[in-house]
């Protein structure tokens, strides 16, 4: 069966700063890997997945994440905070061939100040 | 219209009325979900269409009981809800077999039960 753990229920940075979620997962299999935002009152948005290949993952508003393997881990990184980056962020993990249902971390709550 | 449409966006209902969450999706996908988004637990799938065929229902109550009549829409009726029902229902869609496994959301249904 497949897990997700996300370290942090709230993180709060200063704008400009780095920002880091920490995703790690469980899996028996080659997983799929998802980073989905939620803003407030609204659905949740794709920032970026890792399926084959290439471990480093770039999504949009400027956010990365990589897969290890090694670490069962699949956190997202951001550069350098923005004000407009105050969300809350699941990571997700789904199976090829199971119908892409998705398993969901608890989230994280993304706090942003100047 | 594009994306993911779900209506209405907010309801308020008693337990004993009986409504229905309405969810079109202009993507062209073959396959549907709902999802329940409640304040204190994660994401939690509920049901899976695939082909307008109910491929998982996961331990749902009776008194949740959805419909797909074609491959565009997605009916969640209800009835006889209690207050722990009330939450944040999304509904989504992906292309099966397709190679993308990523899933598209709505904004979602805010339910109150009273």
């Known amino acids: 069966a497949q897990s997700v753990t996300q370290l942090g229920s709230h993180v709060s940075v200063s704008e400009g700063a780095l920002v880091l979620l920490r995703c790690n997962y469980s899996?028996?299999?080659?997983?799929?890997l998802f980073w989905y935002v939620q803003y407030p009152n609204q659905g949740l948005q794709l920032l970026l997945k890792?399926?084959?290949?290439?471990?480093l993952v770039k999504g949009i508003n400027g956010f990365e994440a990589e897969f290890k393997k090694s670490e069962t881990s699949f956190h997202l990184t951001k550069p350098s905070a923005h004000m407009s980056d105050a969300a809350e962020y699941f990571c997700?993990?789904?199976?090829?061939?199971?119908?892409?249902?998705?398993?969901f971390g608890a989230g994280t709550r993304l706090a942003v100040h100047p | 219209e594009t994306g993911v449409t779900q209506t209405p966006r907010h309801l308020v209902m008693g337990m004993t009325n009986k409504k229905s969450l309405k969810c079109e999706q202009h993507?062209?996908?073959?396959?549907m979900y709902w999802y329940k988004q409640s304040a204190k637990k994660p994401l939690e799938l509920m049901f899976v269409?695939?082909?307008?065929?109910?491929?998982e229902n996961n331990s749902v109550p009776s008194r949740f009981s959805p419909e797909c009549p074609n491959s565009s829409h997605l009916f969640l009726h209800l009835h006889t809800l209690q207050p722990e029902d009330s939450a944040l229902y999304l509904c989504?869609?992906?292309?099966?077999?397709?190679?993308?496994?990523?899933?598209?959301f709505g904004q979602g249904t805010r339910l109150t039960v009273v």
């Open positions: 989504a869609s992906s292309q099966l077999g397709s190679g993308n496994t990523e899933a598209f």
């Open positions: 899996s028996s299999v080659p997983p799929y």
């Open positions: 890792y399926t084959t290949g290439a471990t």
């Open positions: 997700a993990v789904t199976l090829s061939g199971g119908y892409n249902k998705l398993i």
């Open positions: 993507l062209g996908h073959n396959a």
């Open positions: 269409y695939s082909l307008e065929e109910r491929v």
